[in-house]
Nanobody
Framework: VQLQASGGGLVQPGESLRLSCTTSRFNLENYAIGWFRQAPGKEREGISCMGRSSEITDYADSVKDRLTISRDKTRNTVYLQMNSLRPDDTAVYYC??????????????????????WGQGTLVTVSS
């Protein structure tokens, strides 16, 4: 079962995008959800995650001042709001769920190996 990431596109430096992650196959609240990106020629990196509780979030240091992760329970969707985009944010962005279902208070992690159900991703291009 794969998660579907959407919302990417071509934007100019300084602009914003909101990415969406959803699935019709299970309740996203049952797992930690992570956002990752992979730039051309680089390894996939974790940039944000949310635990089963929406109060538990984490961000990579490189993006923490510009990104906000959130969840809409009614839409079974996790969002990633990205502001002040830069050319080095250009990448394919993926969402995935944690391999293990944890307790509500468990923290989330940004390690790629801890996640599964990867979808095709959505391309974000930041260029003037």
């Amino acid at each position: 079962v794969q998660l579907q990431a959407s919302g990417g596109g071509l934007v100019q430096p300084g602009e914003s995008l909101r990415l969406s992650c959803t699935t019709s196959r299970f309740n996203l609240e049952n797992y930690a959800i992570g956002w990752f990106r992979q730039a051309p020629g680089k390894e996939r990196e974790g940039i944000s995650c949310m635990g089963r509780s929406s109060e538990i979030t984490d961000y990579a240091d490189s993006v923490k001042d510009r990104l906000t992760i959130s969840r809409d329970k009614t839409r079974n969707t996790v969002y990633l709001q990205m502001n002040s985009l830069r050319p080095d944010d250009t990448a394919v962005y993926y969402c995935a769920r944690a391999r293990r279902r944890t307790v509500l208070t468990a923290t989330c992690y940004l390690n790629v190996d801890d996640y599964t159900s990867w979808g095709q991703g959505t391309l974000v291009t930041v260029s003037s």
